[in-house]
């Protein structure tokens, strides 16, 4: 393991009294998680995002996502005066280090990764770069394009250089992720010492706490990245795809997951079995994996990827048809209760959210699906305006034919069946996430009904 012999920055490298001066560029979940942090540890950085609502959010020291310890962190370093926001570009030209955030959502169908934003945040940065600057990428993008990056900044000898240094960050533990990583990958184009010493300093408060460091060039560092992921969401669909076999045999894909999560080779992480995963990473990262693979001409040897999506989806599917069962086969006119709009609990964020794509499925068949959330509706809201929205389980419950958990909120173990056991039409209860106390459900008359899960 790497720990730096002192904080001094490379030669060249712009100090603001014991840190560096750091600009980041996008201000998304990662890049204003990121920035903040970056002052935390002692930097003098600028957020630029080119959205003057989000940037107006953080100046006035307000979190513009639901985040656990981010409003904490925004407003100290908000306060310490060692962050600021702006929407404009130039703000980097005071800057020797310059992280790009922004995001690289999937293009179309062919599960492409869409790169617009990182060539358009790169182009507007480019010009304010100095010689002896460093362009570190923190996008997950699709490997090669760090290469090519690199390949542009020595092509126009403007004296900047460039690094690839993958986050691993999840939401709900972004601070935390980002503060204590597991490691630090830095990516690098070969030989290229300069880079690792700059990326030591910015993050010497982490090194000196033991984070371990790894160094490779910039292909490995993209993939380290998209294998991660794309690693766990195959854990994620393997355990699924046992709870299929568990509910075709009667065993309890819960009991499963623990017993194989004690060998420490397997892990518990990502062996949740249930409605799968979703979110803005794990579903975008397979795809875009295996389209770079098919373009590599390599596809045949992540054939697997495939079917971690499809068994995904299916998981979806299933918790659709459990609550048309529950309805005697038909949706039409029937009342469905959601519990859960996030794609995971501790966020706001629904994008490829599990829970709302159930949700608009059963809408889709007649039914009136009344959605609740912790902190989710306002975004689920503008996403599915189709939906009726309601502020607490009880509420959403009111004569439902049918209560769906979607999203393990962890207050929502907490619910008291005997008291929804009054406010429901009909007592069953589709629990995706095995969340729920089956034996206190079916004591309060419920019939619980859980993917992989015997019936009783
Ligand atoms: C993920 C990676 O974990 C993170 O390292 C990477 O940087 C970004 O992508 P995130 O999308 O925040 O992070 O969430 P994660 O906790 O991995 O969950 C993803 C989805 O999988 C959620 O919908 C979650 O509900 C689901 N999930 C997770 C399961 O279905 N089962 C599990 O055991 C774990």
């Known amino acids: 393991m790497h720990r730096p012999s002192s904080g001094t920055a490379p030669t060249g490298v712009t100090r603001a009294g014991a840190g560096l001066r750091i600009s980041v560029v996008g201000c998304g979940y990662l890049g204003a998680v990121h920035a903040v942090c970056l002052a935390s540890l002692g930097h003098e950085v600028v957020g630029i995002d080119v959205d003057a609502e989000r940037i107006g959010l953080l100046a006035r020291g307000t979190a513009p996502f639901h985040e656990p310890g981010f409003d904490e962190v925004l407003r100290e370093a908000t306060g310490s005066g060692r962050v600021g926001w702006t929407t404009d570009i130039a703000a980097a030209a005071t800057c020797s280090v310059h992280f790009l955030c922004v995001g690289t959502p999937q293009l179309d169908a062919s599960g492409g990764a869409d790169l617009r934003f990182v060539h358009q945040a790169f182009d507007s940065l480019r010009p304010h770069l100095s010689p002896g600057d460093l362009v570190v990428g923190k996008s997950t993008v699709p490997v090669g394009t760090a290469g090519e990056l690199a390949e542009r900044l020595s092509r126009e000898a403007c004296g900047a250089g460039l690094a690839w240094n993958p986050e691993f960050l999840r939401e709900g533990c972004a601070v935390q992720d980002t503060v204590r990583p597991d490691r630090l990958v830095y990516g690098v184009c070969e030989g290229d010492e300069r880079s690792a010493r700059i990326l030591d300093v910015v993050y010497a408060d982490l090194l000196a706490a033991g984070v371990p460091r790894i160094v490779s ?150 039914a009136v699906v009344t959605v609740t959330d912790p902190k989710a509706l306002d975004n689920a809201r503008k996403q599915c305006p189709q939906l009726v929205y309601a502020d607490d389980a009880e509420a959403a419950a009111l004569d439902a034919d049918v209560l769906l958990l979607l999203t393990d909120w962890p207050e929502y173990s907490l619910l008291d069946p005997t008291v929804l056991a009054r406010t429901v039409r009909r007592k069953t209860v589709v629990d995706t996430r095995h969340s729920l106390d089956a034996p206190a459900w079916r004591a309060a008359g419920w019939n619980y009904v859980a993917p992989g899960r015997p019936h009783a």
């Open 217 to 366: 060039n910039l292909e490995t560092a993209e993939l380290v990245k998209v294998a991660s992921n794309a690693f766990l969401a195959t854990k994620i669909s393997f355990i699924n795809a046992m709870a299929t076999l568990c509910d075709a045999t009667g065993a309890d894909v819960v009991a499963l997951s623990d017993a194989m999560a004690r060998d420490p080779r397997i892990g518990s992480g990502s062996l949740a079995a249930g409605l799968g995963f979703g979110g803005s990473c794990l579903g975008k990262d397979i795809r875009a994996l295996y389209h770079r693979a098919e373009e590599l001409g390599v596809a045949d040897s992540l054939g697997l990827l495939r079917d971690v999506d499809r068994i995904n989806q299916g998981c979806r599917e299933l918790a659709a048809e459990l609550a048309r069962q529950a309805c005697g086969g038909d949706l039409d006119g029937r009342r469905v209760a959601v519990l859960g709009a996030a794609f995971k609990p501790g966020s706001d964020d629904v994008r490829d959210s599990p829970a709302l794509a159930v949700a608009q499925m059963l809408h889709a068949e007649g």
